[in-house]
Each structure stands twice: as C-alpha cells, then as structure tokens.
Nanobody, 121 residues
Framework: QVQLVESGGGLVQAGGSLRLSCAAS????????MGWFRQPPGKEREFVAS????????YYADSVKGRFTISRDNNKNTMSLQMNSLKPADTAVYYC??????????????WGQGTQVTVSS
C-alpha cells in the first residue's frame, strides 16, 4: 500500500510559479506510475500530468503543456510538479496519484488528500 501526501499549494498571482510535491510512503515507490490531477471549483477532476516508473516518459494535458513539468526522485520517494506561467484557470485542488500504469487514462489506485492552488488575476 502507498500513502501519498501533497504539499506546496498556495495563493499566487497570474504569471507566477509554484512547485507541488508529493511524498510517498512504502518501499515500492519506483514500481508505481505517478500522476497529478486537479479539480477546479464546480468541475470534475481532470488529468494534469503523469510520469513512468523510471521517470523516462511523461504525459501532459494540453492545457498545461509547456508550462508544467512533472518529475520524480525514486531515491527520496517523491514526485514534483513545477508550475510556471500560472493562470486563473489553473485554480484547483491538486491531487497526486499512484498506479500500476501511468497513461492519462490509467486507473490510479492510491490518492493523496489534495492541496489547494489559487491563482489570482
């Protein structure tokens, strides 16, 4: 079993940057594909980015491509999401997730509790 804890959310002005982190428990972190999802106010949860077990393959939603960067450190059991050029439309609760696969449509078995990101205009 994997437990995930997100951190790094907050309030930022449009055009600014934030870095989200996801800390995972367990000794099998490198066996899991990892992803970031978000749920904007009043909307359904949506895919943001994902990364393969080794970190060699990544996927991004079109809305964040070129602005967000996902990475992982298997030695530290952590995953990060660097978010640059933030827009008010990026306002959401951000969740990290772990699963056996890492494509945007994969089923992720483990989820964190979420961290709020608010981008002011």
């Amino acid at each position: 079993q994997v437990q995930l804890v997100e951190s790094g959310g907050g309030l930022v002005q449009a055009g600014g940057s934030l870095r989200l982190s996801c800390a995972a428990s367990g000794r099998t972190f490198s066996s899991y594909g990892m992803g970031w999802f978000r749920q904007p106010p009043g909307k359904e949860r949506e895919f943001v980015a994902s990364i393969s077990w080794s970190g060699g393959t990544t996927y991004y939603a079109d809305s964040v491509k070129g602005r967000f960067t996902i990475s992982r450190d298997n030695n530290k059991n952590t995953m990060s999401l660097q978010m640059n050029s933030l827009k008010p439309a990026d306002t959401a609760v951000y969740y990290c997730a772990a699963g056996l696969r890492y494509s945007p449509s994969s089923e992720y078995k483990y989820w964190g509790q979420g961290t709020q990101v608010t981008v002011s205009s």
